[in-house]
């Protein structure tokens, strides 16, 4: 984590209680965390004992929020990555990643009643698991239990009506950003047919919109480039989407 012990989480959205729930499940690990719009002030009362909290419930209100608030989403990886380690540390125990693994299961059961229900909530999921399985690592490898369902959901993203969704494109883009070299080290056979789909949703599915159209061929040259953005390629596409 490096200098995560300096930082400042900001959860301004979280009510009180459960700030204190949060706050009590990091003890021991943050004196402060920051990044951007969230915090939690890492105050503690020394009679608080952390393998007195709900884990359980901890991980659930991390999940329902990242549900809800797509930044939250994108930051929750780092809040889940600490309170697993502050509980190895101090209570030699996995409760709270069990229930966190148990709670994305069911949501990844669900995805595409969840998709239906909400594109939001959708991508804030879709986030939100890429998220997780970028920080949690196992003898500094991802968790393999997170990589097919990784795939499935950026899969889902690479199909025709949610090309035609910007807002899924742009997803989708941001995590293979993100991710996309970690899971092909895991998966490459997997790799290679979801950009089959994306080279073929480029090249041949109307209707796309300009900027989809812009951030397809952006991330099929950066793979094609070992996941490694060119001086040319990042001044030509930051300045067509300024532009």
Known sequence: MGETGKEEYKIQSFDIETQKLLKTALKGILEQARHKKYWIQTVFLPSTDPSNVDLDKVANVIVDQSLKDCVFSKEAGRICYTIIQAES???GQSIFRRSLLNRLQQEYK????????????WICYVT?????????KVNNMPMMALVNPVYDCLFRLAQHDSLQKEEEVDCLVLQLHRIGEQLEKMNSQRMDELF?????GFLLQEGLSSLSQLLLLEIIEFRAADWKMTDAAQKYYYSEVTD
């Open 128 to 136: 939100f698991i890429c998220n997780i399985f970028d920080y949690l």
């Open 196 to 200: 089959s789909l994306l080279r073929d």
């Open 110 to 121: 669900d995805r595409e009643d969840l998709r239906n229900r909400s594109l939001q909530a």
């Open 89 to 91: 540390k101090q209570v």
